[in-house]
């Protein structure tokens, strides 16, 4: 069965200090690995898709990497505006659920300044 | 250009009750999804939509759920009767392409059932 695993649940920083989430997946056939932001009382944002091993984006702060079987968003000297859950999403070829995304429970970040 | 549209925002209702949420998802995009958030769980898929037609409804709960998308435009998704367990979060997202393409989501419309 398909599924995605996020750690930590929860994670707390001081302004400027780095840090990693992690993104554990099982999917039969990856065509995609999606990262979201959601903000209370909003829908997810769109952040990244990373579509391949070894493929890396970057935005600003953030940073994702893809393996065969996790991805990470690495947060570089973070801001008290990073404060939000962060969503991984995975969409499988072979995915019961065709092309819908299959989530993970998501990371919530606390940045105090 | 205009988001994916949600309303209402937020939905209180005694079990038994009918309500209809809707979606108006962005100009241009075919697929249109349905998903749910039920407190302390993941976001789970409901149904998609490529233009007017059902391409995959297999994570409908029940018979209880109804969804159309007249014309291919907006979306509803009707409960009748709802039930306590079905409060939660419902997210509607739309995109241009199916494989790999990305989802954009509304704000969701919170269901409260009493």
């Known amino acids: 069965e398909d599924q995605v695993t996020q750690s930590p649940e929860a994670l707390r920083l001081q302004e400027g200090e780095s840090s990693s989430l992690n993104c554990s997946y099982t999917?039969?056939?990856?065509?995609?690995l999606f990262w979201y932001r959601q903000d209370p009382g909003k829908g997810p944002e769109f952040l990244f898709t990373l579509y391949s091993a070894g493929e890396e984006k970057e935005k600003e702060r953030l940073k994702a990497t893809l393996t065969k079987k996790e991805s990470f968003l690495h947060i570089t000297a973070p801001k008290p505006e990073d404060s939000a859950t962060y969503l991984c999403a995975v969409q499988g070829y072979l995915s019961q659920a065709g092309t819908a995304l299959i989530f993970g429970k998501g990371t919530t970040l606390s940045v105090s300044s | 250009e205009a988001g994916v549209t949600q309303f209402p925002s937020h939905s209180v209702i005694e079990k038994g009750q009918t309500v209809t949420l809707r979606c108006d998802p962005i100009?241009?995009?075919?697929?249109l999804y349905w998903y749910r958030r039920v407190m302390g769980k993941e976001i789970k898929f409901l149904l998609h939509f490529v233009k007017e037609s059902k391409q995959d409804e297999s994570g409908m709960p029940n018979n209880r759920f109804l969804a159309e998308r007249t014309g291919g435009t907006y979306s509803t998704l009707k409960v009748q009767p709802a039930e306590l367990e079905d409060s939660g979060v419902y997210f509607c997202a739309s995109s241009q392409g199916a494989s790999r393409g990305i989802q954009y989501f509304g704000a969701g419309t919170r269901l409260s059932v009493l």
């Open positions: 999917v039969s056939g990856l065509r995609g």
């Open positions: 100009s241009g995009h075919d697929n």
